[in-house]
């Protein structure tokens, strides 16, 4: 039998269009004529109509749909045969495959993936719990509602039962070999943790854009499966999310998520964290502590950030904590919840002490390590007297002097003053008479500078070397331009 719009099945379901094409059967939109509502009808496809082993396959996927009965598995309505041809009837999912997601955003953001990865496994879950294994969970196979974003499991068509004998022969494996469990490439038979071990290639790949295994043949792809490690993930990739699939990838199925119930529950959990901690950085402490073997660190609230009755890291308040009786042994120690104080800086530079411990409720505010006894000239005078070290200065040395006020910068200025007073009483005693200008000193740049003596002499009127009267002779006419 041939599929084709118009063709009637079972006199009750008309094909209206096609909408996917497997690898056993083509799947159609179908009016249901009693209960007026459109149905998929999966039809078995024409090359493998009468073949036994493609019926016996197509009835084991209806027997085992139909006992499922789960908000993330496509509901399984109704199973007949015509012209040699089998055809299943079942739930409409108006949406898309996550294939189609994968092929627009080939990495998708895990606010959107970790609820489609919870929500499959709380339907393999329960697929497992009625003894159903579905044996090819892929991106095809995961259909997601435009609406709702619910999440639809289907395509029981390989899956295999428990009280079921298995439709293989030696040497052949059912499934899709980029989403094939390492036993089951082996040809071991496929179990719970099979499927959450092709659940997460797809978490890798929607997480990488890429699958981990490639290959040039399905038999190179299975090899890569037993054989190769999976390659780490981007740095990137959120650390929680990072360990989850790497569980769920493990070659030993022991070694692998519990169940798909408890895989659900930790990616809803993980998908809280990571909207509280989006970067990772506690995960990535977590991670660095356990390494190590040193404590991951507490990130503690700034003080001024929070009442004060909720500072403190302890929960019993002062008045609650039990006080020890000092003893002879037993230095008294400073009240944690005291503010801090620091001592002044100049007494650092001569006893430096050693440095306080901040209290247990985390670093005090600017207040209070600015907070400490106030120095008056009375305690100065009286730490002179008592044979303390005068104040140092980081910027003006040792203080000089019985008043201890003066410094050497201002030492240094007055010496300085003091020799040019002097240079200018000398010059004006013994530099010449009549208080002659070229005597005096000449200050330039802080220096003392005087004329040279032969300098004085070329310019005394009285040297003999300088003319007295102009260069015209004494006879000659002057006009108003010569004067």
Aim: charged share 20%; hydrophobic share 35%.
């Amino acid at each position: 039998m041939r599929p084709s719009i118009g063709l009637s099945l079972g006199e009750r379901y008309h094909l209206t269009r096609q909408i996917a094409v497997g690898g056993m059967g083509e799947v159609w939109v179908a009016d249901d004529s009693y209960l007026g509502r459109d149905v998929a009808v999966k039809v078995l496809r024409e090359e493998f109509t009468g073949n036994e082993d493609f019926l016996k396959r197509l009835r084991t996927e209806a027997r085992n749909s139909a006992a499922l009965s789960h908000p993330n598995i496509a509901q399984m309505y109704d199973y007949g045969e015509q012209d040699g041809a089998d055809y299943l009837v079942m739930e409409l999912v108006l949406g898309e495959p996550l294939a189609d997601l994968l092929e627009r955003e080939p990495v998708v953001a895990p606010r959107k993936l970790l609820p489609i990865l919870s929500a499959t496994a709380r339907g393999l879950h329960h697929a497992h719990r009625a003894k159903v294994v579905h044996r090819d969970v892929k991106p095809g196979n995961i259909l997601l509602e435009h609406d709702t974003r619910n999440v639809k499991i289907t395509d029981f068509g390989v899956s295999l039962a428990a009280n079921q004998a298995t439709m293989t022969a030696t040497g052949m494996v059912m499934g899709t070999a980029q989403y094939l469990s390492p036993e089951q490439a082996v040809g071991q038979p496929a179990t719970a943790a099979s499927d959450l071990y092709a659940l997460g290639i797809v978490a890798y790949e929607a997480t990488a854009g890429r699958r981990p295994f490639t290959g040039s043949t399905p038999v190179d792809i299975a090899v890569a499966h037993v054989n190769s490690a999976v390659p780490p993930l981007s740095s990137s990739v959120h650390p929680g999310l990072d360990d989850v699939i790497m569980r769920m990838l493990a070659k030993d199925p022991n070694k692998r998520p519990a169940s798909g119930a408890a895989l659900a529950d930790e990616l809803d959990a993980l998908a809280q964290e990571i909207a509280e901690d989006p970067l990772g950085a506690r995960s990535r402490a977590a991670r660095r502590a356990a390494r190590t073997g040193r404590p991951a660190p507490v990130r503690h609230a700034r003080p001024d950030d929070a009442p004060t009755s909720a500072r403190s890291l302890d929960p019993a308040t002062p008045a609650e904590r039990p006080t020890a009786a000092p003893t002879a042994s037993t230095p008294d120690l400073p009240d944690p919840g005291a503010p801090r104080s620091y001592p002044a800086r100049r007494d650092l530079r001569t006893n430096p002490p050693s440095r306080p411990t901040p209290p247990r409720g985390g670093p005090p505010g600017r207040a209070a390590t600015r907070s400490g006894p106030t120095r008056t000239p009375a305690s100065r005078s009286s730490n002179r007297s008592s044979g303390r070290p005068v104040r140092s200065s980081t910027t003006t040395g040792q203080r000089l002097g019985p008043l201890g006020r003066l410094s050497w910068p201002l030492l240094a200025l007055l010496g300085l003053l003091g020799v040019l007073l002097l240079a200018t009483l000398l010059s004006g005693i013994f530099g010449g008479g009549d208080g002659d200008a070229a005597a005096l000193p000449l200050l330039a740049g802080g220096a003392l500078v005087t004329r040279p003596a032969r300098l004085r002499t070329m310019t005394d009127p009285g040297s003999g070397m300088m003319l007295q009267d102009p260069s015209h002779p004494a006879g000659a006419t002057t006009t108003q331009k010569d004067v």
